[in-house]
């Protein structure tokens, strides 16, 4: 029913910035809508790690201690996108990074939709 996909991903120096984008649509003729978008992050044989989240309706962010004063979430109502402003990156930044979609618009939930996600790496 959603569909995200993520972008901007690549291979940076320590203390380099990227913005990564996560295009969201809906099919069955549906407008996209959710409660909430979030970040997500996985490096090999660790377990996914929660990044920070952005309500859809009001804008409001929480993020991770890791990356808070260094991430920023922001989102594109209009065009239904979902940006993570990635500055001072460190080498423990590097993993793969999922965008997420809430199954409900109403209410916050559970992330069920997921992007195939974007390789970020931070040499030192």
């Known amino acids: 029913q959603v569909q995200l996909v993520e972008s901007g991903g690549g291979l940076v120096q320590a203390g380099a910035s990227l913005r990564l984008s996560c295009a969201a649509s809906a099919a069955s003729g549906r407008t996209f809508g959710t409660y909430a978008m979030g970040w997500f992050r996985q490096a090999p044989g660790k377990e996914r790690e929660f990044v920070g989240t952005i309500i859809w309706k009001s804008a409001d962010t929480i993020y991770a201690d890791s990356v808070k004063g260094r991430f920023t979430i922001s989102r594109d109502i209009a065009k239904n996108l979902v940006y993570l402003q990635m500055n001072s990156l460190k080498p423990e930044d590097t993993a793969r990074y999922y965008c997420?979609?809430?199954?409900?618009?109403?209410?916050?939930?559970?992330?069920?939709?997921w992007g195939q996600g974007t390789q970020v790496t931070v040499s030192s």
């Open positions: 997420a979609a809430q199954g409900s618009e109403d209410k916050p939930g559970q992330y069920v939709y």
